[in-house]
């Protein structure tokens, strides 16, 4: 009973957004008065009528207006498309939905940014490694530089010696 329901909103929904030309309004408005103090599913069953509980009225839809005037029928006491939804708890769902799925939006916004962020990109990487291929060459010229001039201080006998006193040992 609820998918039927739910189409039956959706059909009345996408007939209200279509042109009175096309939907022949003069011909509905003539057929939403005689349901007037009738029932609510009896209203509803044509798709562009309005029914306002207050009045018991049963009333075409005005689609050249979002919301129907107050002077129809006040948002709390209009049903339209189902009998147990009025305009009032209909807006205030789809604001509270609206407003979850821009939070929403906006916290997953913020974590794929965050995290973007925290991931290094290809050229701090490639800078990296590129740090590191220099520190260790330079690593190497130190160490060769630094045998090259332990084999001068031999040959010329200023090597220094790790322990000054071995000469006297013997």
């Known amino acids: 009973?609820?998918?039927l329901r739910a189409l039956r909103f959706c059909a009345a929904l996408a007939l209200a957004l279509l042109p009175a030309a096309v939907r022949g309004e003069e011909e509905a408005a003539?057929?939403?008065h005689q349901y007037t103090n009738r029932s609510c599913e009896e209203c509803l069953k044509n798709v562009t009528c309005l029914w306002c509980a207050s009045s018991k009225q049963c009333v075409p839809?005005?689609?050249r207006r979002?919301?129907?005037p107050a002077d129809l029928c006040e948002l709390r006491s209009a049903r339209w498309g189902v009998c147990w939804v009025n305009f009032e708890a209909l807006i205030i769902a789809m604001s509270v939905v609206g407003g979850m799925i821009l939070i929403m939006l906006g916290?997953?916004?913020c974590c794929c940014c965050k995290k973007k962020s925290?991931?290094?990109d290809k050229e701090d990487e490639r800078a990296a490694r590129?740090?590191?291929r220099r520190r260790v060459r330079q690593e190497e010229r130190r160490a060769e530089m630094k045998s090259r001039h332990d084999e001068i201080r031999r040959k010329y006998g200023l090597?220094?010696?790790e322990n000054p006193y071995a000469k006297f040992d013997n």
Request: charged share 35%; net charge neutral.
């Open 1 to 3: 009973m609820a998918p």
């Open 30 to 32: 003539g057929d939403c």
């Open 61 to 63: 839809y005005p689609v």
């Open 66 to 68: 979002i919301l129907p």
């Open 107 to 109: 916290v997953c916004c």
């Open 118 to 120: 925290k991931k290094p």
């Open 130 to 132: 590129e740090r590191e």
């Open 159 to 161: 090597f220094k010696e």
